[in-house]
């Protein structure tokens, strides 16, 4: 009865955040177009004052300036989320032999990674975050788009059972334990897909393994104590 419960509880929950991820997909792509013409003209601003008086620039030539500048941010900014999006390989071993799996470096919640200019330097970073707005909340826009697809693909119910071990567990569990609970499953089916769903943790030391955020759990009995 109580898997039967987690299976409900997990398939709602999936579809709740398929749902969230539709909306932000949708309302991201035209607040990042407003953004980027807001950040064209910060761009023509910042060209006008800082570059017309010296080379003698034309209106229209700050323009076509500030046109190319801003296609190079999307441009770099696209090369370094698809960086960020590579998958990083697990290989290890298990009673079934060797278990290999891929996961994205944007698991969970990380994708507020993107936001992060990668210098550190104050004044540089708010300079960076102003100018890199705009393709990040469109690159958002792609990932949460990609991620729904992803979440609507996935076997909730065999996933539920590793979600089910994971809660029984309370901690930290390997994924070659997973392998052995589950022999005759397919893990890039049961364990790949969790790293998309915002409360399981995927944990790197000491060999990969997976944990669930206390909210996930607590959201859980919260559903259980009003069904």
């Known amino acids: 009865m109580a898997k039967k419960k987690l299976g409900r ?35 023509w601003v910042t060209l006008w004052v800082g570059f017309r008086p010296l080379f003698d620039l034309s209106n229209d030539a700050v323009g076509y300036w500030s046109c190319f500048f801003l296609a190079v941010i999307f441009a770099w900014q696209f090369l370094r989320g698809s960086e960020f ?45 102003l100018y890199l707005t705009a393709p990040r909340m469109l690159g958002l826009a792609l990932m949460l788009h990609r991620k729904a697809d992803r979440l609507k693909q996935m076997d909730v119910q065999a996933c539920s059972r590793v979600i089910g071990l994971l809660m029984r567990a309370q901690g930290r569990v390997p994924i070659e334990k ?5 022999p005759d499953a397919e893990l890039s089916k049961i364990v790949q897909p969790l790293a998309d769903v915002d409360g399981v943790v995927f944990l790197e030391k000491n060999g990969t393994g997976l944990t669930l955020a206390p ?10 104590e009003a069904s």
């Open 9 to 43: 509880w997990f398939a709602e929950y999936i579809k709740r955040s398929i749902r969230y991820c539709r909306i932000g997909s949708v309302v991201l792509v035209p607040v990042s177009l407003i953004v980027a013409w807001l950040t064209y003209w910060i761009i």
């Open 178 to 182: 997973i392998a052995d609970e589950f």
């Open 85 to 129: 999006e590579e998958e990083y390989r697990f290989a290890g071993e298990s009673e079934a032999g060797t278990v290999t799996l891929n996961f994205s470096r944007a698991t969970g919640n990380g994708w507020v990674l993107l936001f992060d200019p990668g210098v550190a330097h104050g004044f540089v970073k708010v300079i960076a975050l």
């Open 215 to 224: 909210r996930f759990m607590e959201e859980f009995d919260e559903w259980m």
